[in-house]
């Protein structure tokens, strides 16, 4: 019998991830945050393009500089940060990015404060590192924003990173600029490091979104094209910070994947140098669905407010596990909120990433839930 690494016993498989392997043909899945649009053609053709001209091969570790003076550019007209093409790494997804900054960043025993909701790989990176996770309680009557008050009295002298995630999976929140300036200017007082993934910056309404990096050196910013360009498969995103950072998370790279997908980043240049067009038609849909979703939940009585980002919602339902139980009885499928943290066990997420017919079905099914 194998005698597997201690710092995997106590790590969980994804309960999310589960969602994609329910074998219910009857069900609707609003389990699953991936945008259930197709990538656009554009960005299909390039990356085709990439092929019939044997574009194939590796790239710099780092990745294609043309894509990194695209993603600095962004970044410079987009957040109002300013890094150069050598301070960014186009990584294998976010995901990668996050395991990179924690293996590079976090010794045993550094503490991580971590949103409690928030999405489940922070505690796992944080934990796999040998660090230990911190929970900042986010409320509830503050649509689950990260404020300052809620990390002030985590700190201590092991305190090594705060993670931010705006627009938030799993509540759909957005933070209000002052409190990402406040955190930031808390970050630099303190010399703590802020882990920023903003992977859902576009998938937004109605509001601003604010990064961290734009107010303090010590941001570690994370974002990528798998939600706002419907380019989940593609594994693709990247991460910036200042050099030093940037030569430390390159070590935890080069040893893991070496680069990125060459044809994947020709698809994610098409993405940010052609029209913006495709991302605004599917954020208008979203919004579309997050106010049928909202509304509907809301009538029946499962308190949740109309979340400013993301295409997430997080209604209260008293007991989340009860609750899935009974919508997967009735053909819908969500997932419990406790699976993002000890906060979300009154609650649950559902995915409105998905086509507004099956929602409007999904939501008279759930009429007859009752816990």
């Known amino acids: 019998m194998i005698n597997p690494a201690n710092r995997v016993k106590t790590i969980e498989l994804s309960q999310i991830r589960k969602m994609f392997e329910v074998n219910n043909s009857n069900a609707i899945n609003l389990g699953i945050g991936e945008p259930d649009f197709d990538t656009p053609k554009h960005i299909k053709d390039s990356v085709i393009n990439a092929l019939d001209n044997g574009f194939t091969g590796y790239t710099p570790n780092k990745g294609l500089f043309e894509l990194r003076e695209a993603i600095s550019d962004k970044l410079k007209k987009d957040n109002n940060v300013n890094v150069n093409p050598d301070s960014i790494i186009v990584t294998v997804g976010a995901s990668e990015a996050l395991y990179m900054c924690a ?35 986010l409320k509830f009557e503050n649509d689950f924003k990260m ?58 309404y109605d509001v601003k979104h604010y990064s961290p990096a734009e107010f303090t050196e010590n941001a570690i910013l994370i974002n990528g094209f798998s939600k706002a360009y419907a380019m989940t498969g593609f594994r693709i995103a990247y991460v910036t910070a200042r050099e030093e950072i940037i030569e430390e998370l390159l070590k935890i790279h080069q040893y893991n994947t070496a680069c990125a997908s060459s044809i994947s980043q020709y698809g994610a240049l098409t993405a940010l140098k052609e029209s913006q067009d495709c991302v605004k038609s599917m954020v208008s849909e979203f919004k579309l669905r997050r106010n049928l979703i909202t509304n509907s939940l809301n009538d029946m009585g499962w308190e949740c407010s109309s979340p400013d980002g993301a295409f997430y919602i997080f209604p209260n339902v ?22 993002f943290g000890s906060n979300g066990k009154e609650f649950v997420r559902f995915s409105y990433a998905n086509s507004y017919e099956n929602i409007e079905t999904a939501m008279k099914r759930l009429k007859n839930v009752k816990i």
Do not use: W
């Open 103 to 137: 293996q590079a960043l976090i010794n045993p025993g550094d503490e991580v404060i971590v949103p409690n909701p928030s999405f489940l790989s922070y505690d796992a990176c944080v934990r796999l590192a040998n660090g230990i996770s911190v929970s900042a309680d």
């Open 147 to 204: 404020t300052l008050e809620d990390v002030e009295d985590k700190i201590t002298d092991k305190t090594k990173c705060i993670i931010l995630n705006s627009p938030s999976n799993p509540t759909g929140s957005v933070m209000d600029k002052k409190d990402v300036k406040s955190i930031s200017k808390f970050a630099d007082d303190e010399n703590i490091l802020i882990i920023s993934d903003e992977i859902y910056e576009k998938i937004i």
């Open 318 to 339: 008293g007991n989340g596990h009860k609750f899935v139980k009974e919508a997967f009885k009735n053909d819908v499928i969500c997932v419990p909120g406790e699976a």
